[in-house]
């Protein structure tokens, strides 16, 4: 992941109406809990914490009565502003679509700069190991039933918590190094 690609990222993403939010890993609980409204619900994540607030393992009454979902994305597609929303049993995919608020955790590393990069990733994973992914790009629309409509089949909200690599400068050199 570049530079460039995380800019492509976050414009695109800008663009789209969805807000992004940065810092490390060690902070996601706390900019979750910023971007995160109540009654909220979310799976145990890969990549940081989750606020205490967060119902993991929802029931299904839990999940209908959710304002925001929070969840991983397995990828990131900058060109498009994608994120790669796996169906796992979780119940990763139905925390992401069955709320107003989508807030999803994205580490950085885990950003590719186009579909041809996302599909390489894709490909073995699918063949070998039969996992779905859902690539969402932005809150849900539909013009189906006039004007636009948002939220129609999924989120009317999204917002990105963008894990940053740890910054050489900011590590402890210990006495051993």
């Known amino acids: ?39 909220a619900v979310g799976v145990a994540l890969d990549a940081g914490s989750l606020p205490g607030r967060v119902a993991t393992d929802p029931t299904t009454a839990e999940l209908r009565a959710a304002h925001t979902g929070v969840t991983d994305a397995e990828l990131g597609v900058a060109a498009y502003g994608s994120v790669a929303i796996e169906a796992d049993s979780a119940g990763t995919e139905p925390v992401s679509l069955f709320v107003d608020r989508h807030v999803v ?53 999204v917002h990105v918590v963008l894990l940053r690599d740890a910054d050489p400068a900011d590590e402890e050199v210990t006495a051993d190094e």
Do not use: N, Y
Not at 111 to 136: H, I, K, N, Q, Y
């Open 1 to 39: 992941m570049s530079v460039a690609d995380r800019s492509t990222f976050k414009r695109r993403l800008d663009s789209l109406g969805v807000t992004v939010t940065e810092g490390p890993e060690s902070e996601c609980a706390d900019l979750i809990d910023e971007a995160a409204s109540d009654p």
């Open 105 to 157: 955790v994205l580490r950085e590393t885990d950003l590719v700069p186009d579909m041809p990069d996302a599909f390489e990733w894709l490909g073995p994973r699918a063949r070998d190991e039969s996992t779905d992914v859902v690539f969402a790009t932005g809150p849900s629309a539909t013009a189906d039933m006039g004007g636009l409509v948002h939220g129609a089949h999924g989120p009317k909200e």
